[in-house]
């Protein structure tokens, strides 16, 4: 059975910390790209950050840059977001998925959420 299990959202304040983690279970997480995705009230889920299966590569949505990092722990099964500076236009639902595509097909999987809400 395929699980993503995100944790690690909660309330701070503008300027705050938070590390989010996803623990993945029931498929080959090292062969998978890792994403966290967002989505705002009244807006569109969006993507926020994506690593490579290894780890080699990484991606930002400008909203984020240089403030939000992303990273992996193949031998636990578990990716991170670590969130720093945090302001109140990140308040979001955040979504941990991985991603796999090979020639002709294509894997996803998503995981139930974690809520950060930014606020004083």
């Known amino acids: 059975q395929v699980q993503l299990v995100e944790s690690g959202g909660e309330l701070v304040q503008p300027g705050g910390s938070l590390r989010l983690s996803c623990l993945a279970s029931?498929?080959?997480?090292?062969?998978?790209?890792m994403r966290w995705y967002r989505q705002g009230p009244g807006k569109e889920r969006e993507l926020v950050a994506g690593i490579t299966s290894i780890g080699g590569s990484t991606y930002y949505a400008d909203s984020v840059k240089g403030r939000f990092s992303i990273s992996r722990d193949n031998t636990k099964n578990t990716t991170f977001l670590q969130m720093n500076s945090l302001k109140p236009e990140d308040t979001a639902m955040y979504y941990c998925n991985a991603y796999r595509r090979v020639p002709g097909r294509d894997w996803q999987y998503w995981g139930q959420g974690t809520q950060v809400t930014v606020s004083s």
């Open positions: 029931g498929f080959p997480f090292s062969n998978y790209a």
